[in-house]
């Protein structure tokens, strides 16, 4: 008779202690059933959408990087692992690397896709509410962004001053998120079906225009409102938009053509995109830019791999191009040497 109510007294200890564990395990140590996203936190978990740290936090009230943000996304539309790579110009890989591949390969608008450095900045309300509303209902403008969140009581404001008289002021477009933040965001979209990826993300994933991983990623970049892209300690002299035109006749093809565009300068490189028409013969071909001296630099090689030298000399208010050796990703074509006005 002992022994039996030993076994049962066994029984029940283990039940409690197991349920114990399992309410232990289904949350992280800091976050409180009182905490504002508790909820919603739990959900993410349930869902592997976030995983916390190794010392079993969550870090609820900490800033979100954007590596951070572009992780959630991604699990949380469940987005396809792309079959390309972007071609960084920080070479180092990093563990956001997979998530910026497959975001990129719907076009949502993020700035890091290019550096680490920039990946591991706090990612600003803007940011957020561009990226959430391009895979959710599709390309929209800052405001138009703002305005799916706020209709869909998905976000809302934190200027009630400014509610009747600027947008962006009311829902703090600059200001920095938290990480319970933003996984309240996703988890009001899940409870209201917001899990679908909208047409226009399904359009770019598709890519029926053959673009590189690369060229999807700095059109993602420029859907950004102009106030909230960042980058690297930018080299601006070389930034911007190049063109060299000449007619020799008055037919479509009776000319020759280079428009160059330069972006994403740092203190070390740059990324240029140059386009080639040489008449009936023409081609598109980008990659990475090293600066040699204050204003000459050098690329060695297309982003797809294909030997491409071309030297950039920095003039005033123009570049010299010379194109050594760049055919592989054109028609055939002649090599071009001259100087490229700034737009």
Known sequence: MLRSIFNIFVVISCFFMLTTLHA????????SKDHFAYKAVLWAQKYEIINGYSDGTFKPNEVITEQQFAKLLTNYFELDVAEDELK???????????FYDSLA????PLNGYL???????????GVVAQAIAHLAD??????????????????TGQNPKYENSDLQKFFGTKNNMTRAQVVTLLYRMDSMDFYYISDDAETIHENANNLSLNERAVQAKKQLDSSLQQGPSSNNIWQ???????????????RNARYVTISNATSKDFYVKLSAYDGKYEGTTEGYAVITSAKKAIMQESVKGNRCIIEFEHLNNA????EIDCGAER????NFSGTLRKQ
């Open 331 to 334: 028609t055939n074509g002649t």
């Open 115 to 125: 550096h680490n450095g920039v990946r591991s900045q706090p990612v600003k309300r």
């Open 105 to 108: 390969s719907y076009g949502v």
């Open 319 to 322: 570049i010299k191009v010379t």
């Open 88 to 98: 960084k110009q920080t070479a180092q890989e990093n563990w956001s690397d997979v």
């Open 24 to 31: 232990e395990a289904a949350g992280f140590k800091d976050v």
């Open 138 to 155: 599709g390309k929209h403008n800052l405001n138009g962004s703002i305005e799916f969140l706020l209709e869909h009581a998905i976000s």
């Open 240 to 254: 911007g938009n190049y063109s060299y035109i000449y007619q020799w006749g008055k037919g479509a093809y009776e």
